[in-house]
């Protein structure tokens, strides 16, 4: 990978890209409040769990598909896989996450150089979900698919990561020992979500939809879901 496709895949995963995605704890602080999760281990396992549960089966997996729609071209496609997320969301937590980190995104796009006025214009009416527009966002990288993925999850791990530092809460050395786990974890998440297809991605995760709703009334909260 050249040094330029690199960088932008960093760029693209930093937690300090300003799409907001580090207030959104993604039920974790639910699972929190209802002692799920409370301790090291417990957080752990969580995000391992959820790591392959839902976000290697439905958003990777879109994303995997979508770099090469938006290689091609192809419109068509692009407005079925970003349909698909937006009606595969299981509360209204996830799914105003998915648009509002989409949006932002998007107006990241817009002073970039990575994405051309008619792709971003594309995308803008179609009420942009994120991994849609990560993958217009890495489309233009000249990375390799699976370098895109992997950059991905582990912009995905770090936000979650500092999620569960600050709910739990945890230390910094905790946290560093899960966001290990995580990338230990993420390259095998990776090749299940490569190896789907449109019978076999799916959005299913009924507790995660339970846990979001209950965060929507929870008294007290640090995270937008």
């Known amino acids: ?29 639910a699972a929190v409040e209802s002692a799920r999760v409370t301790t090291e281990t417990e957080a752990s396992d969580w995000l391992a769990d959820q790591l392959h549960s839902t976000l290697a089966r439905a958003d990777l997996a879109v994303i995997a598909q979508a770099i090469p729609a938006w290689q091609a071209q192809d419109h068509r496609r692009i ?9 595969t969301r299981e509360s209204s937590e996830l799914r105003a996450q998915t648009e509002q980190m989409g949006r932002s995104l998007l107006d990241w796009l817009r002073n ?27 489309s233009s990288t000249g990375a390799p698919l699976r370098d895109c993925l992997l950059a991905c999850a582990f912009g995905w ?6 999620a569960a530092i600050k709910s739990v809460p945890l230390g910094q050395s905790a946290g ?30 009924p507790m995660l939809a339970i846990l979001s709703a209950q965060h929507e009334v929870q008294y007290s909260r640090l995270f937008r879901s």
């Not at 407005?79 to 009606?87: E, F, G, K, M």
């Not at 006025?117 to 217009?136: D, M, R, S, V």
């Not at 190896?195 to 991605?201: C, E, F, P």
């Open 112 to 138: 970039h150089t990575t994405a051309s006025t008619a792709q971003i214009g594309l995308l803008a009416t179609q009420q942009p979900t994120y991994p849609l527009t990560f993958a217009l966002a890495a």
């Open 157 to 162: 791990a770090e936000n979650m990561v500092q």
């Open 176 to 205: 560093q020992r899960i966001l290990s786990k995580l990338a230990a974890e993420i390259p095998a998440a990776v090749d299940q979500a490569l190896a789907l297809t449109d019978d076999t991605r799916q959005a299913f995760s």
């Open 79 to 87: 407005a079925q896989l970003n349909a698909w997320v937006l009606q």
């Open 1 to 29: 990978m050249q040094d330029s496709s690199l960088m932008q895949l960093m760029w693209l995963a930093s937690p300090a890209l300003p799409i907001g995605g580090f207030s959104y704890s993604e039920c974790l602080e």
